[in-house]
């Protein structure tokens, strides 16, 4: 079956720098990879969906690509800030509806 | 637009104790409805999944059990709570699309229990 890893340390960065997760995955390339976004207490709200064919894409701060050769998938955050901080996951999909998330990554943007 | 609402917020129950979740999402016909545990530094379980009414698809086998008696209601029971079940539990929806959908989560419930 599908496993979705993602970096259990946090992630710590300076205001204003690029922050950059990983997400690999650990057998057939996914249809799709999403990444959502999690605060403490909250559920988590979807951010961006990639699909295999895709090298890239990008949402305003935000950027995903997917590169099926080294199984993975990097998450970016332009010009971080603060209000960034909080859990991210990744997940995966193919054919069927049922995704397999990642633990998530915990980023922690500093002023 | 679409709304999802899951209650109680917080929970406290003691062991051997029935337990009713309920979730209901607004705006939207025929979702994917979805029940994920979430344990303290662990990632979402999936515990059941329902693509209509009265279908129910259980992914992990334990004392919880799942229904949808409505179209828009799925509730999540149990007839007697252990202390492994407590936890941050989320209801999502998605759209059926055939793959790659977006789940879309409620607020959660945190329910300890003692």
């Known amino acids: 079956s599908q496993k979705i890893e993602q970096n259990s340390e946090a992630l710590n960065i300076q205001e204003g720098k690029t922050a950059t997760l990983t997400c690999n995955y650990t057998n057939y390339s996914p249809a799709y990879l999403q990444w959502y976004r999690q605060d403490p207490g909250r559920g988590p709200v979807f951010l961006l969906l990639?699909?295999?064919?895709?090298k890239e894409k990008r949402k305003e701060r935000l950027k995903v690509t997917f590169d099926t050769t080294l199984k993975q998938s990097l998450f970016h955050i332009t010009a971080s800030q603060p209000a960034d901080s909080a859990t991210y996951l990744c997940a995966s999909s193919g054919g069927s509806y049922i995704p397999t998330f990642g633990r998530g990554t915990s980023l922690i943007v500093h002023p | 637009s679409q709304t999802i609402h899951q209650w109680p917020a917080t929970l406290v129950q003691p062991v051997g104790s029935p337990l009713s979740l309920e979730c209901t999402v607004e705006g939207t016909s025929n979702p994917n409805l979805y029940w994920y545990r979430q344990a303290a530094g662990r990632g979402l379980q999936l515990l059941f999944y329902?693509?209509?009414?009265?279908?129910i698809s259980s992914e992990v086998p334990q004392n919880l059990s799942a229904s949808r008696p409505q179209d828009r209601q799925f509730i999540l029971s149990s007839k007697k709570l252990l202390l492994s079940d407590s936890g941050f539990y989320l209801c999502a929806w998605s759209v059926p699309s055939g793959g790659g959908e977006t789940q879309y989560f409620g607020p959660g419930t945190r329910l300890l229990v003692l």
């Open positions: 329902s693509v209509g009414i009265g279908q």
């Open positions: 990639i699909r295999e064919n895709e």
